[in-house]
């Protein structure tokens, strides 16, 4: 009986070492130049991505959770809709260039309007931009810009800087997998940082993704993105970019956020 179950304990040991993810990069090769040169090749360029994620937002003011689904087009064309949502009205988003529409069937009222003036709003309610939150989601965090060098390490990760007028941001790579794992966002423009961490793993077009990313700001909002699929340059429809406004909807315009 001891060695059946010994035996059973080996041949689980020799399982796990033997299906575990194998680095990328042997330790050898492992320079800042390498990991992020590999770093890059594990990111997915795109013209089109369609997902559906569940969504959690928790801020002082907001608290929604449901699944949504998201399409965007390069060009600046995006929607979005919630399938299930709770703690807000159903609604119905399109976003193209500098101009977001937003439609609520259930009172038959729409906003139209720039950015800015939506994230000044009580509905939006929460520190970071809708733009930057959008780029979390698709993927464009920034490390493939030119400017970007090593700052430094730590136990698992070379760390990376980067630089504009807006955002500061570091980047933690893993320098086995080639994985970001976290990374640093300072907004220099409204003093506002948000720490962003990605989890759970999965190989999707021979790169790995996060599953889950999580985001933290100094406001005390916390933001979970979990990913439950993922389709990158298909053919999207075009009525998926449509947002189709009753003629007799009312307009309305969203008073700002009491400060």
Known sequence: MFKLIFSSFILSIF??????????????????QNVLKCALRNQIEFETFACIMNLKLKGTKTKFSGTVEFFYKSSDLFSFYPRSFWG????????????LTIYFPNDNEYYIGNFFDFEKSALWGLKIDLRTFLEIITGKDGIGEEDVR?????????????????????????FG????????????????????EYKNFAKLKEVELARIVKIKSNAKENIQIKFIERKFDLPIPEKKFQLKIPPDAKRVVFEPKQK
């Open 150 to 174: 090593y700052t430094g390490q730590d136990k698992n990760s070379f760390i990376y800087e980067s630089e504009n007028e807006r955002w500061i941001k570091r980047y933690w790579v893993d």
């Open 88 to 99: 807000a009205n159903a609604f119905r988003a399109k976003g193209e260039d500098d101009t």
């Open 177 to 196: 997998r080639c994985r970001v794992t976290k990374s640093l966002w300072t907004d220099k423009k409204w003093d506002e940082a948000y720490q962003i």
């Open 15 to 32: 399982l796990i070492i033997n299906c575990a993810p194998k680095p990328k990069i042997l330790p050898e090769e492992r320079t800042p």
